[in-house]
């Protein structure tokens, strides 16, 4: 292997951390035959737990549903129980030998199936954990590592379901209905459910597994109630187990005094609701879940990621709601979409719409907006010096009553105090693309519901490699953005690691302000300074256009590589002319559309976020643009 070959390959190993984010009836020999090759279409294998519950057939049927929409054959296999550990780890095993694109594992466990994900690793099949969480330390012990992970936040499922009971009755004696022991999701509805109880004076007289069975739950419900004649109470991890505790509460002609909460929001739970049986369920989304990771999958495919031991898989929680007597009228007859009487109003304020960038993330907003029958106000500032500008902005739009807020903070720390008025006003927050100070707004005491951005570690990476891969060891310079923003640091420190790994020397990185015409004076002194220089990494287009301007004007067009970042359409034709080298594109319409949707289920779902709450996060992929492939992305 040739030392430009080796060295390309230690950089993209360093450096391409990348994160993302049915045709046919399961069986029990589902994984016995390889998937048939229809020319280029993709071939993905999802391995639920089991068809028995309706919450995975609902899971199933969004997988399909998702992979439908975007062409993709798929094979949604299950168990036949959730005893089948190891099982479920043979199909997995051999599902990973047999040349799927990409696979998605409901684990029956968090650790039974690490073995089969390993395997999938092993052969370059990005892999999703739908659901039930893999043990992060067990799968990183064991050398295995996925791409994605959707679920619900079940610790607040439990806590959510225990809130009702409290509500509606004073502190007492109640019982919690457990799912399988260890099992990650039970245990964490039963977390929920336990804190919340005993911060609110209940006593907890028991809590024992009912392994998610009715039948069990139906006998361990009716011990209980002969123990505990005084009970006010039972919440249930899943509505199956709680069908069968409320049957044991009629049995004992205690209908009127013992409530009965469940979770999962399966069809016979909405029904005993409405029938003034169950007091009310916790209706989780889990076709939203498989559609999730369904897309999760197919953007690692599409962007070539297989995951690795060092990246940070994709997440996202998907919403839950409480189902009462009071809502569940709009649930029963199957429709889960909750009316709106007036069209939902949010505002969006975005660093500057003098960058082709935001525009295009104004766009995505506006799109999704449309599309959702949302009333969207995207505002922005004249440049990205107006720190206190874009805060007493956002300020304003705390007090005015939008029912979202979406903010693309000019610092980390700038627009801290609006998402807390935010906060305090219970409007729900996302952040798009520059990241907020997670210690400083927590300290503030604020908290945002959700996050999209690129992973700009790795686009600076990316930048770096192209240049590396068609240089040799010499010097480059990099130039920065303004000093101190999130982004363009992380997009500087990609390129640096991937630099000094490749044995190059970085005679200059200097920032100039996101601004073209800095950017050309500064290059242009760069030059001057370093004559030998080989190439420029370029934090976003705008400059790298001017730097661009430098080299030409010093005549030195053939011997400097100049690597710009953003994909604005300027750069693309840039490229396309021969001028600037490449571009790293980001896809900056895709997270606005990305945040809008964050935004638009926390709203649904009535979750204005917490301290406490982890926010959904999602990285949105980006794409080398070099004479390639431009043609693809010019007119």
């Not at 550990?85 to 466990?109: E, F, M, N, R, V």
């Not at 909405?270 to 889990?286: H, I």
């Not at 000094?500 to 073209?516: F, K």
Request: proline share 4%; with cysteine.
């Amino acid at each position: 292997m040739g030392k430009k070959k080796f060295l390309l390959i230690l950089v993209i190993a360093m450096m391409m951390t990348t994160v993302i984010t049915g045709c046919s009836t399961p069986s029990s020999d589902a994984t016995d035959e390889a998937p048939a090759s229809d020319g280029e279409q993709l071939s993905f294998y999802f391995l639920l737990k089991t068809l028995s519950n309706p919450h995975w057939v609902a899971m199933k049927e969004g997988i399909e549903a998702a992979a439908a929409d975007a062409g993709v054959e798929v094979y949604v296999d299950a168990m036949n129980s959730e005893d089948e550990l190891s099982g479920q780890l043979d199909k997995l095993l051999t599902a990973a030998g047999q040349g799927y694109d990409g696979i998605g594992i409901a684990p029956i466990s968090p650790t039974n199936a690490i073995e089969g994900v390993v395997a999938a690793n092993n052969n370059g099949i990005p892999v999703v954990d739908l659901d039930e969480k893999i043990d992060e330390a067990e799968l990183t012990a064991a050398g295995g590592y996925i791409v994605g992970f959707a679920t619900t936040d079940n610790v607040q499922v439990g806590g959510t379901g225990a809130a009702y009971i409290i509500e509606n009755t004073e502190p007492g004696q109640v019982a919690i209905i457990e799912g399988k022991a260890g099992n990650a999701s039970g245990e964490d509805r039963k977390q929920g459910a336990e804190e919340a109880f005993l911060a609110a004076g209940y006593e907890i007289v028991s809590s024992q597994p009912a392994d998610w069975d009715r039948n069990k739950a139906l006998d361990v419900a009716t011990n209980i109630i002969s123990q505990y004649p005084d009970l006010k109470a039972f919440y249930c991890a899943n509505d199956t187990m709680a069908l069968g505790v409320q049957e044991a509460v009629e049995n004992a002609g205690l209908a009127d005094q013992i409530m009965v909460v469940g979770t999962d929001g399966i069809p016979d739970a909405f029904t005993s609701v409405a029938e003034g049986r169950m007091s009310a369920t916790v209706a989780q989304d889990p076709a939203q879940i498989g559609v999730v990771c369904f897309n999760m999958l197919l953007e690692a495919v599409q962007a070539g990621n297989a995951g690795s031991a060092d990246a940070e898989p994709a997440f996202q929680y998907v919403d839950s709601i409480l189902i009462s007597p009071e809502n569940v009228g709009e649930y029963v007859e199957g429709d889960v979409e909750v009316e709106e009487t007036e069209p939902l109003s949010f505002y969006f304020l975005l660093k500057t719409l003098s960058n082709p960038h935001w525009v295009a993330m104004k766009e995505g907003i506006e799109a999704a907006a449309a599309e959702a029958g949302v009333d969207v106000y995207v505002d922005a500032m004249n440049s990205e010096d107006e720190l206190s500008g874009q805060l007493d902005k956002l300020l304003t739009a705390a007090g005015q009553g939008y029912d979202g807020i979406g903010i693309a903070p000019i610092s980390p720390t700038n627009a801290i105090e609006g998402v807390v008025a935010a906060n305090a006003a219970g409007i729900p927050v996302v952040d798009l693309d520059e990241k907020i100070d997670a210690d400083e707004l927590a300290a503030a005491g604020g908290y945002i519901v959700g996050f999209a951005t690129t992973d700009n570690v790795q686009v600076g990476g990316t930048g770096a490699a192209y240049i590396i891969e068609n240089t040799e060891p010499g010097q480059v310079a990099i130039i920065e953005g303004k000093a101190g923003n999130a982004s363009g640091e992380d997009r500087k420190q990609g390129a640096e690691d991937a630099f000094l790994a490749a044995g190059y020397e970085i005679v200059s990185s200097q920032p100039a302000d996101w601004d073209r015409n800095k950017a050309l004076d500064v290059a242009t002194n760069i030059i001057s300074q370093y004559p030998d220089l080989e190439a420029f990494y370029c934090a976003n287009d705008t400059m790298a256009l001017g730097v661009q301007e430098a080299v030409e004007n010093a005549g030195l067009a053939d011997q400097i590589m100049v690597v710009g970042t953003d994909g604005i359409p300027d750069a693309f034709i840039s490229v396309a002319d021969g001028r600037m080298a490449a571009t790293v594109a980001q896809d900056p319409a895709q997270i606005g559309v990305v945040c809008f949707n964050m935004l638009l289920e926390a709203v649904q779902a009535g979750n204005a976020g917490s301290a406490d709450a982890e926010p959904a996060f999602q990285y949105v992929d980006s794409v080398l643009i070099s004479p390639e492939n431009v043609d693809q992305y010019v007119e």
